[in-house]
């Protein structure tokens, strides 16, 4: 079960994380990754909501299904693959569903780890990528194949960690040409690979809080606060 927990909370880490990432795009006129910052600096704020369609890839392990985002710190990935799985996020709790074992993962956020979440999902993301990591184009700035041979053009930037405290070592991610998020790659401490891709993404679809209130089912297996204890 300690796997399941681990690789749960690094996909929920790069949730938060691409929650606003998002609206890092804007590469025209950009010359170095300073200005690509300013430019997402002057676009914070404009994206409410999302929905998209996700694949996770770590291994030969490959996880679908749908993700809507809510600002500031909304989440939900409804899986098609594995079938009827759910990581839940209110902006209080954290509720993953795994129904091949019919367990209830449930996570308190603290006011520490909300303001962790607050910091993730708006502007203050930003200055944490900023201030934690080392950022570089991975080749410029202009658009270059998704994958080698792709007629899909993206911008890649590169995130190094400043210090090994942080949860991942180097994060790559591939910015579409209008500016919107389509893949994502965190490498961790263990060198473990967890890939994000992202497809048909829609903004600004006024998304309604109630869409994450989650009850799972009663009959499941709970297990609280699995991540750490929670408190008030």
Do not use: C
């Not at 998002?22 to 914070?44: E, H, P, R, W």
């Amino acid at each position: 079960m300690s796997y399941i927990y681990n690789k749960i909370s690094r996909i929920f880490f790069l949730s938060i994380l691409f929650a606003f990432a998002t609206i890092i795009g804007f590469a025209q006129d950009i010359v170095t990754v300073d200005d690509y910052f300013d430019k997402i600096s002057q676009a914070y704020g404009k994206i409410s909501d999302y929905k998209a369609e996700i694949t996770i890839t770590q291994d030969k392990t490959v996880m679908k299904g749908v993700i809507f985002y809510k600002n500031p710190n909304f989440i939900r990935i409804e899986f098609s693959d594995p079938r009827g799985q759910i990581i839940n996020v209110d902006g209080e709790k954290l509720i993953i569903y795994l129904p091949d074992q019919s367990v209830i993962l449930q996570q308190e956020l603290p006011k520490r780890s909300k303001a962790s979440l607050d910091m993730l999902a708006n502007s203050q993301g930003l200055n944490y990528l900023r201030n934690n990591y080392k950022s570089a184009f991975v080749v410029g700035p202009d658009a270059v194949p998704l994958d080698e041979g792709s007629a899909e053009k993206v911008i890649k930037v590169k995130f190094q960690w400043r210090a090994s405290a942080e949860g991942y070592r180097e994060i790559e991610a591939s910015f579409r040409t209008d500016g919107l998020i389509r893949r994502m790659i965190g490498t961790t401490v263990a060198n473990t690979v967890v890939q994000f891709d992202f497809v048909n993404m829609k903004i600004n679809q006024g998304i309604l809080e109630e869409k994450f209130r989650y009850n799972p089912p009663p009959t499941a297996y709970s297990h609280d606060n699995f991540l750490f204890e929670g408190s008030d």
